[in-house]
T-cell receptor, first 114, second 112 residues
């Protein structure tokens, strides 16, 4: 397996624009996580899914953030409208609970909102 | 609710010296524990994990960690560090395979 694949790797957008981050988890994994990493807050869990169903979205900072997982092989994190304070690295990770729950991370998407 | 505390935000250590990175967790249930490493501009990679059994866990790159239930700790150690160990290290806790919560990370600086 190629691992967790995120796209794009880098995104620069203007304030107010819609941003969509994409993630392909490892095949067969039943959990998918979205994290945001900043210098100030470290690695924050935004939302996670189990078998494509959102389980806990309490980490989503505002209603401007939304995430979907339409099938087992794809998830999106959308920010609309984007703001400069959303600038961060966004990581997607997936895991298989029955195998010990180790999370496998993608390379991340570095988002810059200007 | 689960939480993870990494007591040191930065740890400087001389090359070939030993190092310990501290981690304490809180959880109301049995947990899985992890240490991850992040090199610059990369995602996180698993160093080691504790699921059950022996409290001393050995990982990659010569790292090991000891689970101490009474002290709710999972400190990471290496007997002799190398310049290539310069990275950020994250401790994490999971409720038996459910959501994974990370600490704020510890930057390990290796001094020549």
């Amino acid at each position: 397996d190629a691992g967790v694949i995120q796209s794009p790797r880098h995104e620069v957008t203007e304030m107010g624009q819609e941003v969509t981050l994409r993630c392909k988890p490892i095949s067969g994994h039943d959990y998918l996580f979205w994290y945001r990493q900043t210098m100030m807050r470290g690695l924050e869990l935004l939302i996670y899914f189990n078998n494509n169903v959102p389980i806990d979205d309490s980490g989503m900072p505002e209603d401007r953030f939304s995430a979907k997982m339409p099938n087992a092989s794809f998830s999106t994190l959308k920010i609309q409208p984007s703001e400069p304070r959303d600038s961060a690295v966004y990581f997607c990770a997936s895991s298989l609970a029955s195998a010990g729950g180790e999370a496998f991370f993608g390379q991340g998407t570095r988002l810059t909102v200007v | 609710a689960q939480s993870v505390t990494q007591l040191d935000s930065q740890v400087p250590v001389f090359e070939e010296a030993p190092v310990e990175l501290r981690c304490n967790y809180s959880s109301s249930v049995s947990v899985y524990l992890f240490w991850y490493v992040q090199y610059p501009n990369q995602g996180l990679q698993l160093l080691l994990k504790y699921l059950s059994g022996s409290t001393l866990v050995k990982g990659i790159n010569g790292f090991e960690a000891e689970f101490n239930k009474s002290q709710t700790s999972f400190h990471l150690r290496k007997p002799s560090v190398h310049i290539s160990d310069t990275a950020e290290y994250f401790c994490a806790v999971s409720d038996r395979g459910d959501k994974i919560i990370f600490g704020k990370g510890t930057r390990l600086h290796i001094l020549p």
